[in-house]
T-cell receptor
Framework: NAGVMQNPRHLVRRRGQEARLRCSPMKGHSHVYWYRQLPEEGLKFMVYLQKENIIDESGMPKERFSAEFPKEGPSILRIQQVVRGDSAAYFC???????????????FGQGTRLTVV | AQSVAQPEDQVNVAEGNPLTVKCTYSVSGNPYLFWYVQYPNRGLQFLLKYITGDNLVKGSYGFEAEFNKSQTSFHLKKPSALVSDSALYFCAVYMDTGRRALTFGSGTRLQVQP
């Protein structure tokens, strides 16, 4: 059973371009969480999605950021018109049910490191 | 609102000595508490969790944590540190109400010297 897969591992974008980050949850998991980690900082919650639904996007910046988790395919975190301040590691986690309703922990991917130049 | 604090940015310990990484939490109900470890350029790996029951929780790689409700703490411990334990450690809290995701502390870097 493959773990949470994120791609690309590293992404370089020029200011003003779009960044698309992909996350394939573990098999059987229908809950996806996106977190952002700035250098030397902890993880900040961005958004929680279930298949075709955004459950909690209270951590998402109001502009330029969007996320989806379609019925088929990976979850996508999309950042439009990137700025230097968007440079960070973006981690995706998945769980089989609400953490920890099913007594399950969230499993994390290895992250996508976005660098805006 | 739920929050978690890790008061130490870095903890240094000699190999073979016991280690403690501190975590305190602030929630309005009964928390679910977690510890994760992050190695360089890697994602987070689950270490252990407290849901209910025994206050002393045992996890992966010989780590354990003690839930102390009166002190609102959930310190991570290991009796004998290894150099390979050197990494970034995150405490996290989850509540059934409010934000339905883990809230993480700022992390503590553990450095184990040979």
């Amino acid at each position: 059973n493959a773990g949470v897969m994120q791609n690309p591992r590293h992404l370089v974008r020029r200011r003003g371009q779009e960044a698309r980050l992909r996350c394939s949850p573990m098999k059987g998991h229908s809950h996806v969480y996106w977190y952002r980690q700035l250098p030397e900082e902890g993880l900040k919650f961005m958004v929680y999605l279930q298949k075709e639904n955004i459950i909690d996007e209270s951590g998402m910046p109001k502009e330029r950021f969007s996320a989806e988790f379609p019925k088929e395919g990976p979850s996508i975190l999309r950042i439009q018109q990137v700025v230097r301040g968007d440079s960070a590691a973006y981690f995706c986690a998945s769980s089989s049910r609400d953490v920890p309703l099913g007594r399950s922990e969230a499993f994390f991917g290895q992250g996508t490191r976005l660098t805006v130049v | 609102a739920q929050s978690v604090a890790q008061p130490e940015d870095q903890v240094n310990v000699a190999e073979g000595n016991p280690l403690t990484v501190k975590c305190t939490y602030s929630v309005s109900g009964n928390p679910y508490l977690f510890w994760y470890v992050q190695y360089p350029n890697r994602g987070l790996q689950f270490l252990l969790k407290y849901i209910t029951g025994d206050n002393l929780v045992k996890g992966s790689y010989g780590f354990e944590a003690e839930f102390n409700k009166s002190q609102t703490s959930f310190h991570l411990k290991k009796p004998s540190a290894l150099v390979s334990d050197s990494a970034l450690y995150f405490c996290a809290v989850y509540m059934d109400t409010g934000r339905r995701a883990l809230t993480f502390g700022s992390g503590t870097r553990l450095q184990v010297q040979p």
